[in-house]
């Protein structure tokens, strides 16, 4: 799903906008909680940090020099 992503990246974006993310699988309150796959994915954490889909896709942006200007979610 991610690798999708990147030749917009790799384009050059100004900014990133995420609307509707899904909270991270364990989210107490999540509409539609989980990670990557519920059934495969539990948990994933960069650098002892527990994150969802939001941190991944913060993480490539990141990579690509591209800030994240908005967050909203389920």
Request: proline share 1%; charged share 10%; aromatic share 8%.
């Amino acid at each position: 799903a991610w690798t999708g992503y990147t030749e917009l990246l790799e384009q050059g974006c100004d900014a990133v906008l995420f609307i509707g993310m899904h909270a991270m699988a364990g989210a107490a309150d999540g509409v539609l909680s989980h990670t990557v796959s519920s059934e495969a994915w539990h948990s994933l954490t960069f650098n002892g940090v527990l994150v969802g889909e939001t941190g991944i896709n913060a993480a490539q942006c990141g990579h690509f020099g591209c800030p994240v200007a908005l967050v909203t979610g389920d």
